[in-house]
């Protein structure tokens, strides 16, 4: 195991009705508030209203951003920071998903950053330096930007999609109330259960050896999402399905599997070129990816993993080993289509003559991967195995 820091500073408050602690915690951070959110969907479910009558009731002055979109923009991010500066915001309240979190993110540190906010993703995480307080309430299960330091923000003009990464990010707090996922639609909650499993194997699929209870507990978390997504998409209104993910989903990417081991991030950094060129659901080009990385990256040196994830994920019995593995992956795949994602590039809109580009764009920073690097070429092939 090597060395690392533990720090998972955010307030949790998690259950039904937690949404009554918001005026509480909001004492702590400031009067004058900046409310993100998306492109109405919070104003169906009456959450909108919830969240507005808290403020007057608390007499707090807020100013709303609206219209995140999915995949969220620098665009609009600039739209954020030039509000907080114009009306002197103390903090901001995001209420969403990983898109709203992760604009509401950006926005709290391009408040301190002195150029561009676009900058922050150019230069890197040693950019960040300070960052307005983030209050969150999560209406989707999927990224766990309600518990991390991570933003990734697409450029519209570019066509890049970047991340940064920091620990002043991290929400102060945040309220899951699985009851607020109950009417996200099903692909939606296909998509997030993908990008929880995803952020697992991320951090599971590693070189560094001896991380054993990081292991067991990613296998955990794994089992989870493979039980409780197929009960999401049949039951929508079930609590218990949806609170396990939402759960799951805080805890695949807070840090907690991650601290130890080094972890690998390549099959997001190819979906983050896709997602950049076309505005793919993040969840839908992951379930398209991973199973093509994993094939592509499976080999005698790297065998005893990918049995290690048959055995203990997917239970498959068997003395052939190649054979095992070769199942897990296969069962990877299978689960993915289950959940109703497309198995190609193609189905989603992608243009072979794309591929190259989308390579170039992924490596433009240097090769990827820990758990085994690639460069341009392993990622267009990948890409085009994808297709």
């Given amino acids: 195991m090597l060395d690392f820091t533990y720090m998972v500073p955010t307030k949790i408050l998690f259950g039904r009705n937690t949404i009554e602690h918001l005026g509480e915690e909001l004492k702590q951070y400031g009067q004058r508030i900046l409310f993100v959110y998306g492109q109405g969907s919070i104003k169906k479910t009456g959450l909108y209203d919830s969240v507005t009558d808290i403020f007057i009731k608390n007499n707090v002055i807020f100013h709303e951003l609206s219209g995140v979109q999915p995949n969220p923009r620098i665009s609009l991010v600039r739209q954020g920071v030039s509000l907080c500066r114009e009306h002197d915001i103390e903090c901001i309240v995001a209420v969403g998903g990983g898109s709203v979190i992760d604009c509401a993110k950006t926005i709290a540190t391009g408040f301190y950053h002195d150029g561009d906010p676009w900058d922050l993703f150019l230069l890197g995480d040693s950019s960040v330096k300070k960052a307005l307080?983030?209050?969150t309430v999560l209406t989707v299960a999927g990224t766990g930007s309600e518990m991390n330091g991570n933003a990734v923000i697409s450029n519209e003009e570019t066509i890049e999609k970047l991340a940064i990464h920091h620990d002043v990010l991290r929400p102060r707090?945040?309220?899951l109330d699985p009851t607020?996922?109950?009417l996200v639609p099903q692909h939606q909650t296909a998509a997030g259960t993908i990008d929880i499993f995803s952020h697992i194997l991320e951090?599971?699929?590693?070189p560094t050896k001896d991380a054993f209870?990081?292991?067991?507990?990613?296998?955990?978390?794994?089992?989870?999402?493979?039980?409780?997504g197929p009960l999401a998409l049949a039951e929508p209104s079930n609590y218990e399905?949806?609170?396990?993910?939402?759960?799951?989903?805080?805890?695949?990417l807070n840090g907690l599997l991650g601290y130890g081991r080094v972890s690998d991030w390549a099959t997001h950094g190819i979906e983050h070129a896709l997602s950049a060129a076309y505005d793919v659901t993040h969840g839908v080009g992951l379930a398209i990816l991973t199973p093509c990385w994993m094939e592509y990256v499976f080999n005698e040196e790297t065998k005893?993993?990918?049995?290690?994830?048959?055995r203990n994920v997917w239970q498959i019995k068997g003395t052939d080993e190649m054979v095992v593995a070769k199942k897990g992956i296969e069962k990877t795949k299978e689960f993915f289509t289950t959940l109703g994602m497309p198995q190609t590039l193609r189905a989603v809109g992608v243009k072979q003559n794309a591929l190259a580009k989308m390579a170039e764009k992924t490596v433009m920073h240097g090769d990827i991967g820990k758990f085994k690097k690639l460069g341009k070429n392993d990622v267009l092939t990948i890409l085009q195995n994808a297709f």
């Fill in 133 to 135: 307080p983030i209050g």
């Fill in 304 to 310: 005893d993993k990918f049995v290690e994830y048959a």
């Fill in 213 to 228: 209870v990081q292991n067991r507990m990613a296998e955990s978390l794994l089992k989870t999402c493979i039980y409780y």
């Fill in 203 to 206: 951090q599971y699929f590693s």
């Fill in 180 to 182: 607020y996922t109950f």
């Fill in 173 to 175: 707090f945040s309220i």
């Fill in 241 to 252: 399905a949806r609170a396990q993910l939402m759960w799951t989903s805080s805890i695949a």
